[in-house]
């Protein structure tokens, strides 16, 4: 009765080479965590207290009314720019951005590797020499085709131009080639035509890698920064990421920059890529994890 | 139910590389016929032209009485069993057995009948709901029978269904398809490098060796009256004993004052007889070493020299023997004859 078998925890001798292990490693956490926290400290507060102040250790009382400016009041002349406008806009430009990448490049992999075209091969590299012409080089030209379509100030000016893309292109087509010859043979005896083994059999096996896909892609798309300030004008639509750097403008004159406001869009910018990511995350490594193909 | 006819079919690929010259057989509603030869005989590539997966290069082939040569796979009324059992990994049993059913627009409640139908021919009912990345290597190869049958095709084809199946189990599996087959009834081809395999499942087997057809008849015949001496030994284990020898007058000298009746002229000839059709036999008249006894429980085998060449021989368990000078006689209506420079049987 009075035998019990648990042993006690023995202690370890402290051993300065992990001491200095955690030490580099806390200084990287703070080096990454420190802007986050002052940004929501700064949230907090009044902006004439953080521009007397600068930033401080106080957590003050104004996070509902700066989320309050930053979520429904416009900064500009239109009063259509509002958080929650931008906020949608961007979701949409992720969203859009990452799809239709996906898309795009599942089918042109598709193409690539499961037809018998008979520049495969060369239109394969082709996609990939764009690689090294992403659209910051192009911008102008882009930009030009972009305006006489009469694309300027719309969604798909915003997203199309933006989704061409050899990097899902290839990753899909490493990934199909993976897929065994007897599967495709199979559902062919199974009178699977081309479209049906697409979406009945390609597409349910390449969950993993749209996932992960989606993660990088819309992490990208929601980023972007210099194609939606060239393509969007009007208000109206706006970005966060861009929209932001228009509040961090009023700097000038007079009056008193709005710091709670711009640094809780920057808090509600970080959010969605980070909810995407943790979302997507438990996903990715489950089918990881189950997969076999 | 379909008859099979392949006339002249010949497989040359994009690359040059000739795998099947001309070759014309053909098969009899309901028959098991099995393919059978080493690696890379071209026995894939024949079964791939019959299913549609690959073009035909010349030839014409029918299945049933329809000429099939253009047809797509999927209306060739042909169901394949594939060797890594190809089973679509996202789907459950259930959808895996059915998707053929209903990419021809079956209807629900047909389809779900006639997968219940064929499971419970399987013993697949507790699993249908599983995917096959939960199920044990027989039970996705019953799977694979599953796809198969629930068709009611007009031909089976197999491509070495059972080689990645424990030696148990492909003995059990090797039984349960044939007594499939026989139930229902439907044109088989089977290919297969296992020639145990080729002799118990087949109502017919055909040899190939490099592309070409070396023997077609059944498994009694390839068996005791081997056209080659390719056939000879490729099928059997351990293989025919083959002995070079010499004719004289008519007659070709075995050993001791053994001989047998030879319709050829004068010369080599090559001499086959199985381990099965030699008897040790204190009277016989051939003397034999024993270099080494084999041990396989139900039988042994001796292999030993004869005439300072190799021979095997194939002994039940009850006779003791060891090491050492014996006598043998042998059943001289099972010897056959070779000629040795085509290595076909006199
Ligand atoms: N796509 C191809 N292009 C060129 N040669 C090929 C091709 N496919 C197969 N071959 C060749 O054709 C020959 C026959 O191949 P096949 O796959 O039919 O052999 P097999 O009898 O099925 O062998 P195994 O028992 O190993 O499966 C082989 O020599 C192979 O190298
Ligand atoms: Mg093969």
Partial sequence: ?293 | MAQVSLKNIRKVYPNGYEAVVPTSFNIADGEFVVLVGPSGCGKSTLLRMIAGLEDITVGELSIGDRNVNHVDPADRDIAMVFQNYALYPHMTVRKNIGYGLKNRKTAASDIEAKVQDAAKMLNLTEFLDRKPSQLSGGQRQRVAMGRAVVRDPALFLFDEPLSNLDAKLRHQMRIEIKALQRRLGVTSIYVTHDQVEAMTMADRIIVLNTGRIEQIGTPTEIYHRPASTFVASFMGAPPMNLLNAESADGRVHLGGDMSVAASTADGPVIWGIRPEDIEIDPTGDIPFTVDIVEELGAHRLLHGQLNGQDLTIHVSKDVVVSAGPIRISINLDAVVLFNPETGLAL
């Fill in chain 1, 1 to 293: 009765m009075t035998d019990t078998t648990s042993t006690p925890i023995a202690k370890r001798p402290l051993k300065w080479t992990h001491v200095m292990d955690h030490l580099i490693l806390i200084l990287g956490a703070l080096f990454m965590l420190v802007p986050l926290l002052m940004v929501l400290q700064t949230t907090t507060t009044t902006d004439l207290e953080t521009i007397k102040n600068g930033p401080e250790f106080v957590i003050g009382d104004q996070f509902d009314d700066n989320f309050m400016s930053a979520m429904f009041q416009a900064s500009g002349f239109s009063g259509e720019n509002t958080g929650l406008r931008m906020l949608m806009n961007s979701l949409i430009l992720g969203i859009g951005f990452a799809l239709g990448k996906i898309v795009i490049g599942m089918m042109a992999a598709y193409a690539l590797v499961y037809f018998r075209l008979r520049f495969a091969t060369l239109a394969f590299w082709l996609i990939f020499t764009t690689l090294l012409l992403p659209l910051e080089v192009r911008i102008l030209p882009s930009y030009e085709v972009a305006q006489k379509l009469g694309l300027l100030n719309t969604y798909t000016g915003l997203i199309v131009p933006l989704i061409a893309s050899a990097t899902a292109t290839f990753f899909f087509r490493q990934f199909f080639r993976s897929v065994p010859e007897e599967l495709v043979e199979a559902a062919r005896i199974d009178g699977a035509g081309p479209v049906k083994f697409f979406i009945d059999i390609l597409v349910p096996l390449s969950q993993t890698m749209i996932a992960a896909m989606f993660i990088i892609m819309f992490v990208f798309g929601w980023n972007q920064y210099l194609w939606p300030t060239m393509v969007t004008t009007e208000e109206g639509m706006f970005t966060l990421v861009r929209g932001i750097k228009q509040l961090t403008q009023d700097l000038e004159g007079t009056n008193i920059p709005e710091y709670g406001r711009a640094n809780m869009l920057a808090l509600i910018a970080i959010l969605p890529p980070v909810l995407v990511v943790i979302f997507f995350q438990s996903w990715f490594v489950k089918g990881l994890t189950e997969s076999d193909k």
